[in-house]
Structure formats: C-alpha cells, structure tokens
C-alpha cells in the first residue's frame, strides 16, 4: 500500500509583501496631482478690527443696481435686460454721467455698481457679469490714458511709467463694486 504523505500547502514568502505596498503607497502618492482650486481673484479691503464697519449712506442716483435671479435674467436699475454685453457701457455712462442725467452718478468717485445674485443663479453668468462690470472700468481707465482696456490691463505695475499711467487711470475714478450676498429665493 502506498503511504500517504501528510503535506502541508506551499508558503508564500510575505516578507517582501509590506516592501511593495509601501512602493505602491509612494508610487501612488508622488504620481496623483491634486486640483488647483478655482475662483475669482478678488481684492478684499483690509480687516480693521479695531473699528466697527463705517455705516454709509448713498444717494440712490449714485447706485447702479444690477440683479441676477435664479433663472439667469438679468434686472438693471429695475429693468429688464437681455444682452448682457451691454453692461459695460451701461456702466460706464452711469459713472461718468456725461449727459448730466438726474437718474445716474452725481460724479465718477460717488458712483457705486451693486452686484446682487440669487443663489440658484449659475457661477458662469455671475463671473460674465462680473467681468463685463468690471470691463467698463476698464475701459474708464484706459480712454483716460489714451490706451485700449487690453493694453490697460496689461500694464506692468513693477515699471515706473506703466505704473504712473494706472495711477493716472483711476484717479478720481474708484472701481467700487459691491458684491452683495445672495438671496436664498430661487432654484438649487
């Protein structure tokens, strides 16, 4: 009669195992990139902490409310606006007012543009706007300076002479946009 062996089962060598997850933990580590976070660029004034915030009283002609409801539609100074494109120079004949109109800016450094959205509205319609609010500024400055807004924009603020024509720019010409905080009224 043939004998049976008693064998036990083949040993894997694990001793390498913690070796390799741990190159495989580094490996993982090293090659995965991790996401730039994305927003707007946007400059803060400072915190003062000392003193509690300045209550400020504006003339209603001096405002250039602009509204985004949830739906994306855009309301200026209570009507209706399709084309968005025709912000920035909405703005920039609020600010300047060169027709002396009663219903816009009593002078450019008194002129505020309200920004105030819905939070259903969608992030691409508020940076649009935004950036068209900001474009007649732009445009503002440079025409001051005799330049293109791009060429405006572009201005190096380390040269001397670039630096003096931004300064030259906004002068007199604050670019105040207030950013107000969304309702909660509409969609998501």
């Known amino acids: 009669m043939a004998r049976k062996r008693n064998r036990e089962g083949a040993e894997v060598n694990s001793s390498s195992m913690a070796d390799i ?3 495989l933990l580094v490996f993982f580590l090293v090659t995965t990139t991790i996401p730039n976070d994305k927003g707007l660029l946007i400059q803060l004034p400072p915190n003062e902490e000392d003193q509690p915030p300045e209550e400020v009283k504006l003339n209603e002609r001096n405002v ?3 509204r985004i409801n949830s739906a994306d539609n855009l309301l200026v100074d209570n009507e209706p606006l399709t084309d968005v494109y025709r912000l920035k120079q909405m703005v920039k004949e ?21 920004l105030k959205n819905d939070r259903g509205t969608s992030y691409e319609r508020f940076v649009t706007v935004l950036d068209q609010l900001q474009a007649g500024y732009y445009e503002i400055y440079a025409e001051r300076v005799g330049i293109t807004a791009q060429e405006y924009r572009n201005l190096d603020r380390k ?28 969609g998501n």
Request: hydrophobic share 40%; net charge negative; glycine share 6%.
């Open 21 to 23: 997850a741990f190159l």
């Open 94 to 114: 609020h600010v300047l007012n060169p027709t002396n109109d009663p219903n816009k800016a009593e002078s450019p450094d008194k002129a505020v543009v309200s």
């Open 159 to 186: 040269d001397p002479r670039q630096l003096e024509l931004l300064e030259r720019g906004r002068e007199g010409i604050p670019m105040a946009i207030s950013i107000a905080q969304p309702t909660k009224f509409g």
């Open 64 to 66: 250039f409310a602009v």
